[in-house]
């Protein structure tokens, strides 16, 4: 009943709008639900219109808020023009409000006044980056209240109004700065960190800088295309570039979106991102704050690894010429992550744990559906004995799992072929025993992405929750080894070999 009233209300106010008579101008009105302009060139005119405006709102009940409303007179002499600050429109019910060169109105959430709508919202914004930050809130939730609220707030105001790209580039900056706080990243690393999508690799926070122009020409374009004579006069001087990044024009977000992953994918840190973009499921960890159980100390140092920003002799040689650029335990070994995460014999013991570990979850998730899960079980083949990592049976159906967690710079897909040809034997040992025999391998290298037939192989089996699960949690084993490899003081090549 009420939402009958309120249609009716509107289309009577329609009515009322369109049969105000043109004066001194083509457009004499614009109207969105209640908010109404009046537009005309002289005063008389705009007390004429406003006096049949208010009688025909008088017919169907309603009044104007005098104190809501408000004037802005502007007058041109010699070239230039000048803002009236004088009442234009009073009566024995009040005065309307007389806007300064100074003031603003806000119409649609954007102030506007008689400069435009220059309104730049830094001051909420950093007002709004504040509040999160004294909130008693984990990092993933903060990002999460930056990419779903503020941003998206901000974004209306900003493409309405005038903003230049110097004002939308220091907003970015206040983004990226507030988040680095967040994150505890002390060092520069490259922007498409924090606005590539997370399925690139990225932290998936939205630039303004670029995705406010895509928006404007957008809604130009929208604009332009309506048959109707009246937005013809709003859009007569309306021109529509496309906004250009790096030379290039881009027309969607898919544009700006493949810019920042180029740009996260060619630098030094990013580049070991590049596998991420064939698993997109994995990251849900980065976009959501779904894993409740991943802390804030751990979300922080997981993005930390995955964004190679721990402060390895490669990375501090960088910043000054005194750190060493090989690793202090090998002999012509670079200094890097990688190396300690992958190869380093000080972290043997700590890569078999991580190791582990994926084979537990995995293990454990297989359990939890039923299956028998039997832990390098030994299996005579024609090639010889073989043993991998987990043999997981139900009934007549049997998956043979090998368990690797790979470099960075090589495909996991191609991780995951050699595993499956070096295993291949072993299910024609099984065919006797079993009808149904599947070979697979769980594929995931150290920056957290999943090989893709891995995740076609045990789509089934695991949630994406679950794949994004195992992404961090070898992140947080990856934590682990590097925490590990800086305690140990003594270098045991004898435990490498164990
Ligand atoms: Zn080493």
Redesign the pocket.
């Known amino acids: 009943m009420q939402e009958f009233n309120c249609d009716q209300q509107l289309s009577e106010l329609t009515q009322v709008v369109t049969s105000l008579a043109p004066i001194g101008a083509n457009l004499t009105f614009m109207a969105y639900a209640d908010d109404i302009i009046l537009f005309s060139k002289t005063e008389s005119g705009l007390k004429h219109n406003f006096k049949i405006l208010e009688d025909q709102l008088a017919l169907c009940g309603l009044n104007i808020n005098y104190r809501k409303s408000a004037t802005l007179g502007i007058t041109s002499k010699r070239k230039k023009w000048v803002c009236n600050p004088k009442p234009i429109l009073k009566n024995d019910q009040g005065t309307i409000t007389a806007l300064t060169i100074n003031d603003t109105y806000k119409y649609l959430g954007v102030k506007i006044g008689a400069l435009g709508a220059i309104h730049t919202p830094k001051e909420d914004y950093i007002k709004a980056m504040e509040n999160i930050t004294k909130a008693p809130l984990k990092p993933q939730q903060r990002l999460k209240i930056l990419r779903e609220h503020l941003i998206p707030k901000l974004l209306h105001q900003l493409v309405i109004s005038t903003v230049g790209s110097g004002s939308l580039k220091h907003l970015d900056a206040l983004t990226r700065s507030y988040t680095k706080k967040w994150l505890k990243i002390k060092i520069n690393c490259s922007k498409a960190i924090f606005h590539a999508t997370a399925d690139d690799g990225g932290l998936n926070i939205q630039s303004f800088l670029y995705l406010v122009p895509l928006l404007r020409y957008g809604r130009n374009c929208k604009l332009l295309g309506y048959d109707d004579p009246l937005t013809h006069i709003v859009t007569e001087n309306v021109t529509t570039p496309a906004p250009v990044i790096a030379g290039t024009p881009v027309t969607t977000k898919g544009d700006v979106r493949e810019h920042f992953g180029k740009l996260l994918h060619s630098s030094v840190d990013g580049k070991g991102l590049l596998y991420h973009t064939t698993c997109p499921k994995v990251h849900q960890w980065v976009r959501t704050a779904h894993h409740k159980w991943l802390t804030g100390r751990d979300f922080i140092r997981a993005v930390h690894l995955r964004h190679n920003l721990l402060p390895s002799g490669m990375m501090l040689s960088r910043l000054s010429s005194a750190h060493s650029k090989s690793?202090p335990?090998?002999v012509n070994?670079p200094y890097t992550v990688a190396?300690?995460l992958q190869?380093?014999p000080?972290s043997h013991g700590a890569r078999i744990k991580r190791h582990n570990a994926i084979c537990k979850y995995v293990a454990e998730t297989m359990t939890k559906l039923g299956f028998k899960v039997e832990w390098e079980p030994m299996l005579r083949t024609t090639e010889g004995p073989l043993k991998p990592d987990l043999l997981a049976s139900i009934g007549e159906c049997a998956y043979i799992i090998d368990i690797a967690i790979c470099s960075d710079g090589i495909d996991p897909d191609k991780v995951y072929l050699d595993k499956i040809t070096k295993y291949g034997p072993v299910a024609d040992a099984l065919v006797d025993t079993y009808s149904d025999i599947k070979l697979s391998a769980f594929v995931v290298n150290w920056r957290g992405a999943i090989a893709k037939r891995t995740l076609k192989d045990f789509e089934p089996l695991v949630t994406s929750k679950g794949f994004s699960t195992v992404s961090v949690r070898t992140l947080q084993y990856g934590n682990y080894i590097w925490d590990m490899w800086n305690r140990s003081t003594v270098v045991s090549f004898a435990e490498a070999e164990m």
Do not use: D, G
């Open positions: 690793c335990v090998c070994a190396h300690i190869q380093c000080r």
